[in-house]
Structures are given as structure tokens and as C-alpha cells.
DNA sequence: TGCTAAGCGAGACGGTACGTCGCGTCTTCGG
DNA sequence: CCGAAGACGCGACGTACCGTCTCGCTTAGCA
């Protein structure tokens, strides 16, 4: 979001726009897909103008940032995920806990065609949008290696990476849905037997 | 790419112009991205017209699919990467075979944008992308139950779709390179502990 | 109108969009006046795209230019005009010939604001505008002084200039309708006695 | 302007503002002509708020008229006028006392377009720009008729518009300067014929 | 003196038109 | 009938301006 001047004077932004544009551009993200996506909807439905828009994000793809960072899932941190003792059982919590991230992933979508374009998109998508899932893994995995878990030689940086990949890439690309199974997959088939080699059962 | 119509009669298509099509939308996409990509500077720089580009394309969705799926990489088969004698050695073989991937992967950018609104090219990309290069991996990790290697239990299905999905986040998302480093960790902290149980040296 | 590039090849320009905006470009305007007419307006009462009435015009106040140079009784010159045998009774005729002008000059409302910011504008109408309906004034004067109607050192370039005058800021700034006595009075009361010396009847 | 409201308490209004603010109307309608002005630049130019601007004046329109009712000129009665004993020489003294008229006029200017749109703008710009103009003129005329200048039968209400009508129409849509010989010519060779009937020397 | 209502500069607000640009189609010409 | 060129309908983009509203501050005039 672009930054308020430094205020001197004048009437103070409406912070109740800032949710209400968020929530909107959310809405319209979820019906209709990034592109298809147009900021004068997302201002009508909001209740706004345009340029309300314009005066706090920069373009269509800042706004689209804005709604992924903010998205409830990204609001879980380690220690939202209570401590069951092992890194299967915290994983199935985490499963249990994550509010349905499916819609944050998909506005992501069409995003990514801006990145290369703007590195500062990029690092933004990078600190608040991948950073807090990765971290989330990497909390766990390091909350086993506490416990002794671990085996030792696990790649924690690229074992953390690996949940957000294959979610990314089947929502992205492949457009199946999270069921599951394939979360449960996702943490029993892979990340566990990678992290403490012990097998699924 | 489409069916030419039945021919009745009158001028040919030239062939040479998919091929020269081809070519400038891969330096197309390679300089701007996908959505700077225009079918106007496409056509332009191939010395084109748009309607010779849209008579064998669809749409620049399609186009830029046929660019991903005639990609060097894509053709690479599990025959194509010599027998080494066990897992390790046959994807370290394939990474010293793969051309560069980079290309391939970064104009598949926004072109995901338009994939849920298109089951068609949802189904292409599948089939010529995702397909060739899931099942290269897969048909290394079936030889290596040949040999014997894999663990009981491992879930092939889901641990073939690791490396592209994680090459994919890695080129979509984070735009971080795909150094060598990278890639030989993907194998062997990933792929090879996961389907043999064992760890890393 | 924007000159059409050098025709090297492509789809030639359509001649009848020309028109069609013209036509639906001079109903908005008389229906809401220069400031609430919008060019979406026009092109989607013209059938046509926005795109293809600025590949016409650059702006729309030289769209607006073009309504006024198409206007009918621009059309009129002093050839037109029957010789009655006097500049007053030549007048009669001109008032009896001349096609409703009113509309022609409303639509040049709110344009005006632009001509001191536009040479080339300004230039168009001083051309196309202003410029034959003063010519047909001193078209009619010289046909006086040619049969020796009109008083010596009578002031033609000047006196020329007055009916479209008093018509423009009769139209333009009191708004006042152009009924036949207005345009009676002008020519008796106006110009015949300046020209001729003989005062009204 | 707007009434203020009957007082009841609090701040009075700042008086000083009203003349600051309509010279930086008057500075900014000479720069850029009344579409390029913009409420936002005057008030800034004058130092003052677009509210303060709007608590006095209900729109950009009805504050450019104020700005053409307050013009030097228009104070300017018959009786600012020295009796000379002739029209003509009425007139020149007219002339030599006349302020620069040009700004006033050009910043009548896209006003215009606003007019037919405003009955209540349309009398206001009648009664305090038209209005004063006219009747000076017409002043000049009757004095001359109480010397027995006037020609019978010489129609006044009309006459007395035609140097306010040749002047706009030079400003506003031919754009050529208010040159004293023009100013001349319109005395001698229209006004002071028509209504004495004596031809120019 | 201290209270209060309104004025003040600043600038955010909802709206709406502007002019640009890209997509995918259509239309001309020459080969 | 193909191919180059480019005009076409459509519609989103991001900008600019209007006239209103809101913020924190100032400034009379009444108590």
C-alpha cells in the first residue's frame, strides 16, 4: 500500500476505506479470476471511486498484493499451532487450524506475470505473501528439531519451501483442488518422512 | 496449434511462418513477460500479420502454450537419460542433460492467469507442460522400483510432482535463479531420501 | 480530421465510420451540449469503438470542428444566392435560403475555450467556420458595390464581419433565439444602411 | 457571490479572501483559459482552501462570472464618460478611458458552454457582464439623440449591441487582438454612420 | 477571561470523462 | 486462397477535475 505523506494537514484518510476496498477487490477476485478483475468494480462494489483506489495502491497488481498479504490464513504463526508432541501430529493441527487459503493462493494467480517486471512487487509478494507460509513450516520443523526428531542433515531451508510449492503449483497450475487427502499426503508422504525418516505407516 | 481446414483448393500455408511465429514470441515473452507480450509486436517482429498469427492459434493463450510445449526440455523422455545404476545417478545424469528450463517455465507466467477461466488450455497445459515433465521424473523413480531401490509405500504419484512444482514456485513466485546448487538439492535432499530412505551423505 | 498515413497495405480506413460519428456526434451535441456530450457517447451512438473515432480525430474538440465545418449552410456561397437587383433584397434572399444555422453554432459552445490553447484549432475554424459565412457577407457586398449600391469608403472587411457577429453572441452568450426579426433588423437596420446610405423605409 | 448566512456566532468571514481570491482566478483564466483552470489551482494560488473557495462561490462558473462582474471596466457608466458634444467624440473618450478589456472578455471565454445549461448562470452572466455593456452604450446613444444626433428611426436596442457583439466575437472566436484601429473603425466606420447618418471623413 | 460556533488550509471523498492500449475479428490489396 | 497491413468493436487502464466532506487549528463575539 502506498505510503501516507507525512501529514501536515488536511482531511486524514478514511481507514474504514482501506477494508472496505480490500474487501471488495476480494470478492471480485473470487467470482471472476485476476483478470477478468476490474478496479472500477472492485470501487463500485466498495462504495468508492477510482481514484480512492489509485490514492492508495499504485495499480491493479499492488492492490492484488495487498489482498493476498492480508489474507486470514497468512495471520497463523507457530505458535497458533498447539505442540502435540510430534511433527505428524503438529501437522495435522496446522491442517486442522488453517482457514481455507484456497482463495489467497487464487487472486495470486495472473499476479505473477507482474513480478519480473517489478522487483519491488516481488519482494513484497516475498516478505508477505510466501515468508509467513515458510515460515509457519520452518517454525515446526525447528520445534521437532527441538524435540529431537530431526534427523540429522535434513535441508530445513528447502523441506520448509516444499508445502507452499506443491500448493501453489496445483492451484496455480493445475487448478486441482486442495482436498484433503492431499493435504494429509503432503505432510505424511513428504514432509514428515523427509524431516525424521521415519515412513508412513 | 489448429487443424489447417480440409484443403480445397488455392495458396498453401507456408510452414515456415509457425516456426518464425514461434520464434519471436519466445524473444517476445523472454524480453517483457506475458502480459507485455503483445500478438501485434509478435506478428510484427516474426513479419507477420495478426491474422496469419490467429489463423494458426487461437489466442495468445494458445500460442504461448505451443511456445512452452515445443521447448527443448519438454522432449527430454526417461529414455533420453542413461541407466547410471541407481536414482542418484540418473537425475543427476538428467540435470547434466537438461538445457536451460528457465525460458520455458518464465513464460508460463501469466499465461496461469487465464487457466481457470479455459478448461481447454488447462487441459493443454496439463497434457504438453506439466505432463512430459511429470512423467519424466516419474518413469526415473519406476525405474529405480526396477532395481529395487524404492522404499515400500512411497507415494510416487505425489513425490514426481515435487521438482516441477518446486522449480515452478521457485521461477513464478520467488524468482529466485535456478542455480546448479539448487537443483542437485532437490534431488538429493528431496527426491532421493523420499523414494530410497536414504539420507543425504 | 487526422490525415490518413501513406497506404502502404493494411484494411482501409472505413469510410462510412466517418459519417456515422459525424451524424451521431452532431445529435449528442444538440441533445446535451458541448461539456455533456462524451466521446463514449458518440462512438457507442455510431456503432462504433472509441478507439475508431480518435484514429479520426485527435480530440474531442476537433470532432466537434468537424460537425461545425460539415454543417449544412456552410455549404451556401454567394453563387447560391439569386441577384435580386439590391443588397436588400439579396439579403431577403439569403435569410429565406439559409438553413437553420443554429445548431451549428451552439455546438460551437464550450469549443471556444479551447482555440486560444490550439493554433491549429483555432486555424480550422478560423477556416472552416468563420471564414465562409464571412466570405458569403462580402460576396454579397461586392455584388453592391458592383452595381454601384454601395456609399464610398464604406468599410467592407469590417462591416463583413458583422451579422456573423451579432449572431455568435446572440447564440453563444444571451442565448436568445435567431427569430426572423432579429435577422431582418440586422440586414435593414444594419447593413443596408451602412453599404447603401439609405436609411430603412 | 453567496450570502452568507444570517450570523449567529463563530468566526466571521475572512473579507480579504474574496479579493485574493478572485485575482488568482483572474491570474489563472489569463494563463490558461477557463478549461485548463482549475479550482484546485486557484485556491492553492490564493492561498486558501477549495472549501473557503466554495462557501463563497457555488461553482467554477458562477465564480468566473464574478471575476468578469468585478472587471475594471464593466464600473464604468455613462457618466464616467466626459460629454464632448458628438457621438464621435463621445466614443473616443469612451475608448481612451476604457481599461483593458481583453482578460475580462477571454475569460468568458468556455464559460460560454456552460450557459445553456444554467438559466440561472445565463441571467447572471446577462445582467452583470452583457448588461453594463451594453448600456453604456446605449447611453452614449441617447445622449446623442437629446443633442438631435440621432437619425430618425435609427434602432437602438440593436445598434447598442453591436460593439459588444464585434468585440466578443474577435476574442473569443477569431482570437485577434482588440487593436486600437479596430476599436477605431468600429466607432467611425459602424456606429457613429448608423446613427447619424454621416459617413466617415 | 474562557466558551462556542464558524471560518480556515489541507486534502480525501464519490463520481465521471478523458485519451491510450491490447485483444481477437474483419477487410482490403497484392502474389 | 494465403499473407501483410492495419482498421474495427470492445472494454480496462490510470489520470484529472468537480463539488462535497472531514480533520485539526484559529479567531471573532458573547458570557
Redesign the interface.
Known amino acids: 500500500m502506498l505510503e501516507e505523506r507525512q501529514r501536515k494537514g488536511g482531511r486524514p484518510r478514511d481507514a474504514t476505506r482501506d477494508a472496505d476496498i480490500l474487501e471488495a477487490a476480494r470478492a471480485v477476485l473470487a467470482e471472476r ?4 478483475t476490474t478496479m472500477a468494480e472492485i470501487a463500485a462494489r466498495a462504495g468508492a471511486g477510482k481514484a480512492t483506489v489509485y490514492r492508495r495502491w499504485a495499480s491493479k497488481a499492488e492492490l492484488v498484493i495487498d489482498v493476498l498479504a492480508c489474507s486470514g490464513s497468512l495471520a497463523i504463526t507457530v505458535d497458533d499451532v498447539p505442540d502435540t508432541g510430534s511433527l505428524r501430529g503438529d501437522l495435522a493441527a496446522l491442517r486442522a487450524l488453517k482457514s481455507r487459503d484456497e482463495s489467497t493462493w ?1 487472486a ?10 517489478s522487483p519491488e512487487l ?1 519482494r513484497v ?2 516478505q508477505r ?2 515468508g509467513p507460509r515458510v515460515a509457519l513450516i520452518r517454525g515446526l520443523l525447528e520445534r521437532a528439531r527441538d524435540r529431537g526428531e530431526l ?5 530445513v531451508d ?2 520448509s ?2 508445502p ?3 500448493i ?3 492451484l ?4 486441482e483442488p486442495l482436498d484433503p487427502e492431499f493435504l494429509r ?2 505432510s505424511e ?2 514432509v514428515v ?2 524431516a525424521t ?1 521415519r ?2 505407516d
Open positions: 479470476g485476476y483478470e477478468r487464487r495470486l494467480v495472473g499476479l505473477v506475470s507482474e513480478l519480473p517486471h516481488a509478494v516475498d505473501v510466501v534427523l540429522p542433515g535434513v535441508n528447502l523441506l519451501r516444499v507452499s510449492s506443491m501453489a503449483y496445483r496455480l497450475v493445475t487448478h499426503s503432503l508422504d513428504i518422512p523427509l525418516g515412513p508412513r
